[in-house]
């Protein structure tokens, strides 16, 4: 079907008087491509209007049966967006008023015409129809992209109060308070980014000692803060139950497999100390190696390699498939776990380069603060890597967890 662009216009013209409906016909078949019906009755047009689209009638106003006002006001019912034209008698300029008052024809022409004003006012009628159409058809777009803009903005709204109440459950999933575990201070300090992460870290007491969980969950969102939740519920099921942090990584592991989507997992690191000692055992599934900040005065940094696999990515894992070590602390020694969120910050003025924090400056930054205290040394490090990002380079969510000999 051709486009409202290409198609030949269609008009229709109505007069009971012979002669001038064969001077139309001449006319127009010799000076344009229109396709043009005529009709000697009022009536006739009427039926063909009902089931053909016309682009511009044009109409004597004296006739039988039904006059000019009288046809034309039925052609607007029928088609009201066909431009109208009048042929009109000098005598019947009052009724050619009317017609443009009563029934909003285009124009009104008196006979005998001028055939090339004629033609100019027919060609500026259907390009009038033709600028009608095309602003109604912007008018449309423009309507529908309002819509469009207002369920966007709902739908905005609607994910904001969702993102909102997201991080709310998110902040409720932190321990509010730690055990105390004699011969140990445990510092923290979490601190999201804009889009709602999976970052959590919680402890479980076990007698005297105690076991902290410090993980990282894939993705941001609402899924990664219900995984983060599932993941908090399994801790807090089996994180007193294993002595060896091997094991409780391999059984939250096997249950987060059974109710995770594909794709999604979990990085992980487990502590665990006992009152009275000096030891920190320690396993690690995925998240940045744990770091040790000496006492003395050399400022020494040692970095602990632990490899694992993230938990939740496969079905029957062991113990084995997580490194493990126990550590012993020095009197006022740190120990520090963070999520990866720290070392990829993004130099500050470079968030398009491939230039974080964990290439050299993590270290300096550990180097500078050793000998200080854990509070002292979570709270400094993040200071200097904001420093060096910026608001602009944090992307994911910061989580730090200091274990301080004392």
């Known amino acids: 079907m051709s486009s409202p662009e290409t198609r030949v216009p269609r008009l229709i013209a109505v007069d009971d008087d012979s002669l001038v409906l064969g001077s139309l016909k001449g006319l127009f078949t010799l000076e344009t491509d229109y396709e043009v019906e005529l009709f000697d009755d009022p009536l006739k047009p009427v039926d063909y209007l009902v089931s053909n689209p016309v682009d511009l009638v044009i109409s004597d106003f004296l006739m039988p049966q039904m006059n000019g006002l009288e046809f034309l006001t039925e052609a607007r019912r029928l088609q009201p967006d066909a431009a109208r034209i009048l042929l009109t008698g000098f005598a019947d300029k009052q009724n050619a008023i009317r017609a443009i008052n009563e029934v909003g024809i285009y124009h009104y022409l008196e006979k005998p ?72 201070k445990i510092s ?104 040790l900040l000496s006492a003395n005065s050399e400022k020494k940094v040692r970095e602990i390699p632990l490899a694992g696999l993230p938990l939740g990515l496969f079905a029957g894992g062991t113990p084995d498939n997580f490194d493990a070590r126990e550590l012993e602390l020095n009197s006022s020694e740190v120990l520090l776990v963070s999520s990866d969120g720290l070392g990829e910050i993004r130099r500050r003025g470079a968030e398009s380069s491939n230039e974080f924090f964990q290439d050299g400056p993590l270290m300096s930054a550990l180097t500078e603060l050793s000998g200080r205290g854990g509070q002292e040394v979570v709270e400094g490090v993040v200071e200097k890597a904001l420093a060096y990002g910026g608001d602009h380079g944090v992307l994911d969510d910061v989580t730090l967890v200091a274990v301080e000999r004392v």
Not at 162 to 169: F, I, L, Q, R, S
Not at 233 to 239: D, H, M, N, P, Y
């Open 113 to 184: 015409w001028d055939n090339d004003h004629l033609l100019l006012l027919i060609r500026n009628a259907l390009q009038e129809k033709s600028l009608r159409r095309q602003l109604g058809d912007k008018v449309k777009d423009l309507n529908r992209l309002a819509r469009e803009y207002t369920d966007l903005t709902d739908k905005h709204r609607g994910l904001e109060r969702e993102m909102e109440m997201a991080a709310n459950v998110q902040r409720s999933r932190l321990p509010e308070n730690f055990p105390e575990v004699d011969g140990f």
């Open 188 to 291: 923290t300090l979490y601190r999201p980014s804009d889009a709602v992460g999976g970052d959590y870290y919680d402890v479980s007491q076990n007698g005297d000692g105690a076991t902290w969980l410090i993980a990282d969950v894939s993705g941001h969102g609402v899924q990664a803060v219900l995984t983060s939740m599932l993941l908090k519920a399994i801790f807090r099921q089996s994180g007193a139950n294993f002595q060896d942090p091997r094991e409780l990584l391999s059984q939250i592991s096997s249950e987060l497999y059974q109710f995770l989507p594909g794709g999604m997992y979990a990085a992980a690191t487990v502590l665990q100390i006992e009152a009275g000692g000096s030891a920190v055992r320690v396993a690690n599934a995925g998240l940045p190696y744990p770091m």
